[in-house]
């Protein structure tokens, strides 16, 4: 029996496993923004934006002073993070450029504009924000025609207001 899931399904939160609470902070809620909403003494934490339960859980019960897992090994590749904006997602590109934190990439989709940055784990993390719906690139036939191409910095910096 086929099945397909609603419509309004999204995806709730993400959960990793870091070597160090406060290393894991200072990226995830120094540098990103993100705000606690509830610590368990050493071992994990929950971050959220906006003031949900949390959308990021970091925990350091199997992983705790251990090394980034293997880069050609099956498991996460990345997190992403939506911004509402490309406004936003200019503030946030002007906000790592300041702290000096590296870019590993940066790309237009066509559907969304995305940088891509690894946590001080190691664990890859896409900031992103979708363009509206009607700028999407479709084919002739209508379907989705996403791509990956060069995306300009200098261009999405012009939209920081901060």
Avoid at 67 to 91: M, S, V
Avoid at 136 to 159: I, K, R, S
């Amino acid at each position: 029996m086929s099945y397909t899931v609603p419509a309004q399904t999204r995806i709730g939160h993400v959960h990793l496993k870091v070597s160090d609470l406060d290393k894991a902070l200072a990226f995830y809620k120094d540098l990103l923004g993100f705000e606690i909403t509830q610590r368990y003494g050493t071992q994990a934490v929950f971050i959220s934006a906006g003031g949900y339960h949390h959308h990021i859980g970091l925990n350091t019960w199997h992983s705790k002073d251990l090394g980034p897992a293997p880069i050609n090994a099956c498991g996460l590749y990345h997190t992403a993070i939506c911004y509402p904006t490309r406004t936003d997602l200019a503030n946030i590109l002007k906000r790592l450029l300041a702290a000096g934190y590296p870019l590993t990439g940066a790309a237009d989709h066509g559907v969304s504009e995305a940088l891509y940055l690894n946590d001080p784990d190691g664990n890859g993390v896409e900031l992103y924000w979708d363009k509206p719906r009607e700028q999407w690139p479709v084919d002739e036939n209508g379907e989705l025609m996403m791509v990956t191409e060069a995306l300009d910095l200098q261009a999405l910096l012009t939209h920081a207001n901060t």
